[in-house]
């Protein structure tokens, strides 16, 4: 069975600062990991995805996310925050042994101050 | 950009009326999902459907959801007889590739179920 969570609700930085929204997971077989976000009225949108190869992934909007094996995180990160990258985050997981659905966090608001 | 396009944007209905929730993917996907959000909850999987089929769906989407793709462009998910426990925002979604495995979704906007 798959899971997935994020453990924080919101997530606050000041802009300029480095920023992590925080996600571990739960699969059976390899684990294939996601994440959107979703802007104000929009839908979510994807950000980066890790499936095999380098451990650290790059991603759109200067994003980046580390999968590591041994504590099942892939959280998110960015070296310096801005605040139009105010947001709500969410991280997925799916798996080798699943079929079309991804497992999806409840989500963490991030809010970047001026 | 191509996006994918959802409407109603928002619905509101009386429990026990049928509701049909219209979707238009992205032309050259093949794979098309159902998600909902229940306010402060989660994004939950309802169904995916490829090949003019259902591939896989969650044990929320029971009898009273069904899911058609009328016209080789619409991608419409019905629920039956709404409860209010339906009252979610439903994320309709498509992909090129199964987007479990190496691809990505486009998700729509949403559109706001309110059963009253």
């Known amino acids: 069975a798959q899971s997935v969570a994020q453990p924080e609700d919101q997530v606050n930085v000041a802009e300029g600062n480095p920023l992590t929204v925080k996600c571990t997971y739960s699969v059976s077989g390899n684990p294939y990991l996601f994440w959107y976000v979703q802007y104000p009225n929009r839908g979510l949108q994807f950000l980066l995805k890790y499936i095999t190869g380098d451990n650290l992934v790059k991603g759109s909007y200067g994003f980046e996310a580390e999968f590591n094996k041994s504590q099942t995180s892939f959280h998110l990160k960015k070296p310096s925050a801005l605040v139009s990258d105010s947001a709500l985050y969410f991280c997925a997981v799916g798996d080798s042994n699943s079929g079309y659905a991804l497992n999806f966090g409840k989500g963490t608001s991030l809010l970047v101050t001026p | 950009e191509p996006e994918v396009t959802q409407t109603p944007s928002h619905q509101v209905t009386q429990m026990g009326q049928e509701v049909i929730l219209r979707c238009v993917p992205i032309s050259n996907h093949l794979y098309f999902y159902w998600y909902r959000q229940i306010l402060g909850q989660k994004v939950e999987f309802l169904v995916s459907f490829y090949n003019n089929e259902i591939s896989e769906k969650s044990e929320i989407f029971d009898d009273q959801f069904s899911v058609e793709r009328p016209d080789g462009s619409n991608f419409t998910l019905k629920i039956r007889s709404t409860k209010l426990e339906d009252s979610a925002m439903y994320f309709c979604?498509?992909?090129?590739?199964?987007?479990?495995?190496?691809?990505?979704?486009?998700f729509g906007e949403g559109s706001r179920l309110t059963v009253l």
């Open positions: 979604a498509s992909s090129e590739l199964s987007g479990a495995n190496t691809g990505e979704l486009f």
